[in-house]
């Protein structure tokens, strides 16, 4: 019988950004202080820019957090790297760079790993493996996710010896936009499973309870879920027995879930 206090023990707490609440996502700033928050995992969004070099970056625009309204696959990486992603969160951020992948990923401690979430195709994949290899981390501390079925399982094919998840959300209804339909968890398990996949990083938002997370490990799959920056979501989830959390407050939604209870 698995008490909670053993579930919290075994859940992974995954910086969504790094420390995104505190300090500015998808910077090595923010990739430290979530190392710093204690977080067993980071996590990070890379795009290809036009002369094939991987930027560590959210939106495929890099208005949001640098001001610049232009497309990162239309820049050059001396371009991108010349903006302010710091300053959009305060003026103590003032300056910080938008990292490659290489520099995000030399932030991982000994021990720790690094969610690798690829936001823009297969295209992506030789520079990524270039980027792997000389980052030196072992493949237990590198995961892959992503959204685009087809491009999780061409990352398997071609990284077999990293976890590879599947990221999955809501789907959007056929006949109305604004109504969300949630996804059936059986046909999720026979895709992941067809893929040869290790797991679904599922939206927390959908309802996952222990049923849930029993069908998947009973298919020889991990779940994870996301982002999750309330104390009793993140209560329900690990008690429903995921295997991790990603969270914008990795330290203190630890605090936080050891003194709930």
């Known amino acids: 019988m698995f008490t909670y206090a053993s579930l919290l023990q075994a859940v992974e707490i995954i910086a969504h950004r790094g420390a995104s609440h505190d300090a500015p996502e998808n910077t090595v ?3 430290n202080l979530g190392w710093r928050q204690k977080a067993d995992a980071g996590e990070l969004d890379i795009h290809l820019t036009t002369d094939g070099q991987i930027v560590v970056i959210h939106d495929a625009n890099a208005k949001r957090t640098t001001g610049l309204d232009a497309a990162v696959a239309q820049c050059r990486l001396t371009e991108l790297r ?35 979430e690829i936001k823009c195709g297969p295209k992506v994949l030789p520079a990524l493996r270039s980027d792997l290899k000389a980052s030196g981390k072992k493949p237990e501390q590198l995961v ?15 990284f077999p010896q990293l976890q590879v998840y599947w990221i999955v959300s809501h789907k ?3 006949h109305d936009k604004n109504k969300r339909e949630v996804p059936r968890l059986d046909s999720l398990i026979q895709k992941a499973r067809a893929g040869h996949l290790d797991g679904l990083d599922l939206d927390a938002r959908l309802p996952i309870d222990s049923h ?9 799959l991990r779940l994870y879920v996301w982002t999750v920056d309330d104390v009793a979501v993140a209560s329900r989830l690990i008690s429903a027995g995921v295997d991790g ?14 003194t709930d209870r």
């Open 172 to 174: 959007t209804d056929k």
């Open 212 to 220: 849930w997370v029993s069908q998947v490990k009973a298919a020889g």
């Open 29 to 31: 700033a923010s990739f």
């Open 82 to 116: 010349a903006l302010d992603a710091g300053s959009w969160k305060g003026v103590a951020w003032k300056g910080e760079k938008l990292p490659t992948l290489r520099e995000a990923l030399a932030t991982i401690p000994d021990g720790k790993r690094m969610f690798v």
């Open 144 to 158: 892959l996710i992503g959204f685009d079925y087809d491009t999780m399982v061409q990352a398997k094919q071609q």
């Open 245 to 258: 959390i990603t969270t914008n407050r990795p330290g203190w939604l630890r605090e936080q879930l050891c």
